[in-house]
């Protein structure tokens, strides 16, 4: 690997090596499908295809605080996409051209109707179920700015300080620095709003709430990236007491469950098909099934 310091951009980048790091071998700078491979499609009117990174826990979390609320329209499936290739299939990159997870279905009119981005699938449920988004014009707008400031503000946490820190093949002082320094001012802008508010548009849990936890909630207990401690994320104690208010939500904790792969066999819900699934079809539950 070269050394940082020694590299000097040439006057046009080709793509002729893999770019190193963890996600290397799927990263190329084209787009569309790589091979044909059609997506399930199951028995309720919303279909999801997702993983449960934090992109894809927002909408998982979104429908199941919305089935608790009693909105039964909200029945889904959740589809299993691992991101090894999978989000390369031609089926998926119809549902979502960027290739990325989340990716919905909505099934429930006349035509199916394709939504891509976690923020514009939460405001798609949100509107369609005229839940967890206020109605009167200044709570709304204030739901909608902490909305897409996370849209906007969670790559620098992501693909900024999780690459550099976590993925990079190299160390990189100067990219760890820039980006530690972003995601702590990020974490006081959040520690701030949160001093004299409840939830992020106020008083009410709301869709702001939902985008938001799952990246920065994960953060202040030191489940990203391994940099708890790097980041003093215990220093943030509105932020802490925000997170741990949403870890308490029954439908929060089953949110984080479906499509996760990792952790504890008993947190992990491959498929979502069924309310049920949470107490019959987790992996400690599936027998060989499990070891897939």
């Given at each position: 690997m070269t050394d940082p310091s020694e590299y000097v951009p040439p006057k046009v980048w080709t793509w002729n090596k893999e770019s190193g790091g963890r996600f290397a071998s799927i990263n190329r700078?084209?787009?569309g499908p790589t091979h044909d491979k059609e997506l399930p499609v199951g028995r309720h009117p919303l279909q999801l295809y997702s993983l449960a990174t934090p992109n894809g826990v927002k909408v998982t979390v979104m429908l199941e605080e919305l089935l608790a609320l009693g909105h039964g329209g909200a029945e889904y499936d959740a589809w299993l996409i691992r991101i090894d290739g999978n989000q390369f299939g031609s089926g998926f990159v119809a549902v979502n051209p960027n290739s990325k997870i989340p990716a919905l279905m909505d099934r429930s009119g006349p035509s199916p109707i394709r939504v891509f981005e976690s923020g514009a699938i939460l405001m798609h449920l949100a509107e369609k179920f005229g839940a967890l988004l206020p109605t009167d014009t200044k709570t709304r707008a204030e739901c909608l700015s902490w909305l897409f400031w996370q849209m906007g503000s969670a790559p620098y946490l992501g693909g900024g300080f999780g690459h550099f820190y976590a993925?990079?093949?190299?160390?990189?002082?100067?990219?760890?620095?820039?980006?530690?320094?972003?995601?702590?001012?990020?974490?006081?802008?959040?520690?701030?709003?949160?001093?004299?508010?409840?939830?992020?548009?106020?008083?009410?849990?709301?869709?702001?709430d939902i985008a938001v936890w799952p990246w920065y909630g994960a953060?202040?207990?030191?489940?990203?990236?391994?940099?708890?401690?790097?980041?003093?994320?215990?220093?943030?104690?509105?932020?802490?007491?925000?997170?741990?208010?949403?870890a308490k939500r029954p439908a929060v904790q089953r949110g984080r469950m479906v499509n996760r792969t990792w952790g504890e066999p008993s947190s992990q819900l491959h498929e979502r098909h069924d309310a049920h699934d949470f107490e019959t079809n987790t992996q400690d539950k599936m027998g060989d099934a499990a070891v897939a």
């Open positions: 700078p084209i787009a993925y990079a093949p190299t160390k990189i002082e100067y990219a760890i620095d820039r980006f530690a320094m972003e995601v702590k001012r990020q974490l006081d802008v959040l520690d701030r709003r949160l001093s004299d508010n409840e939830y992020l548009a106020g008083n009410d849990y709301t869709i702001a953060l202040a207990k030191g489940l990203l990236y391994g940099a708890g401690e790097f980041l003093s994320v215990q220093e943030y104690a509105n932020v802490q007491r925000w997170t741990d208010a949403i």
